[in-house]
């Protein structure tokens, strides 16, 4: 069983820095890519959009709307990966989520969710 827990969200003025952490934790090997997701107010049901992605390899992708302003990292030796947000705008406020697939030590795979933490950005 894989365990994601998110940390970090809170509340920031326009212009400001968070950093979000996801701690990847259970009976894992490596984890092999990494994303994170956004819920924002008015999304409806399980609709998220993606934020940022990291590869096996360190290779990172990201929305055009936070191009710039956030990076995305990972410590392998910890297995936790983080979300570097500068410049926060008041559209970034959403509940962030993370995923992580990962290689069991069982030579399994998994494909793991945390349950989010709220970034708030208003003045």
């Known amino acids: 069983q894989v365990q994601v827990v998110e940390s970090g969200g809170g509340v920031v003025q326009p212009g400001g820095s968070l950093r979000l952490s996801c701690a990847v934790s259970?009976?894992?090997?490596?984890?092999?890519?990494g994303g994170w997701y956004r819920q924002a107010p008015g999304m409806q049901g399980n609709q998220r959009e993606l934020v940022a992605t990291i590869s096996r390899g360190g290779g990172t992708t990201y929305s055009e709307s936070v191009k710039g302003r956030f990076t995305i990292s990972r410590d392998n030796a910890r297995n936790i990966l983080y979300l570097q947000m500068n410049n926060l705008e008041p559209e970034d406020t959403a509940l962030y989520y993370c995923n992580a697939q990962v290689f069991m030590f069982d030579e399994s795979a998994a494909d793991a969710w945390g349950q989010g933490t709220l970034v708030t950005v208003s003045s």
């Open positions: 259970g009976r894992i090997f490596s984890i092999y890519a």
